[in-house]
């Protein structure tokens, strides 16, 4: 525990350091163009109780979690699926290849054609970018399970559900937690630009407005609201689950 609480203080610190270079390049340069952090931070305050960034925040997080959740859900059930039989491998092998390797802008532009600009195109977009690499994530995890292992249940005879529990899911766990630590970087990045191309509200959608009007000030304090969110579930959700439920490893 003291481990883990000496380690966000030094990321904090971190942040601090990061903030007083910022505020001191913007001083040095002197451009309306490149605000000082003291600047943006007033205006993230204005934004939070006067303005919309509670909303259009609210709006993408939501987006984020439907797709994240769908992702990992669909992802695991088929990476694991790929990993055990040999014919589902080679059956969905070429289709996981072409999706990883479709951009996610691509993807965002042909639902919208096809489905029309709304919510579900939007998050099926998001959730079909970050899909691949869950399932392959999953699939090298379902590998490199030991086969000792699941022979061993088979003699004590437990059934599916037991195995599944005690058996296969604790070695996959690090692959899980890989999968969607790696998933909520990349969703984040796809989410904001679905939202640019097609959506009336959310954090990608007001930074396309800001910077059509150059509001500098604006457009990095909506990006640094959006940063501190995902800062504080990695750090306050992910680092600790991660801890807790791989501590029998040790």
Partial sequence: MARFSAAIAGRAISLLLFLAVWEAAARLIQNRLFPGAGAVLDTLFYEIVEGKLLHDLAATLLRVAIAFAAAMLAG????????????????????????LNLPALVIAVLLYVWLGLTEAAAITAVALSKLPAVVVTLREGTRA????????????????????????????????????????ALIWKIVLVVELLGRPDGI????????????????????????????????????????????WRQ
């Fill in 76 to 99: 695991t059930v088929i990476g694991i699926a790929m990993g055990l039989v040999r014919s589902v491998d080679v059956l969905f092998d070429s289709w996981i290849v072409l999706f």
């Fill in 145 to 184: 399970l030991d086969r000792d292992l699941a022979g061993m249940a088979r003699s004590f005879r437990l059934d599916a559900w037991r195995t599944l529990r005690h058996v296969i899911l604790p070695q996959l766990l690090p692959y899980l937690l890989v999968a969607a630590r790696s998933g909520l």
């Fill in 204 to 247: 990608g959608y007001e930074i396309q407005v800001f910077f059509q009007l150059f509001d500098i000030k604006r457009l990095i304090a909506y990006s640094l609201a959006f940063v501190a969110v995902v800062l504080t579930i990695e750090w306050c959700i992910l680092l600790p689950l991660e801890r807790g439920l791989l501590r």
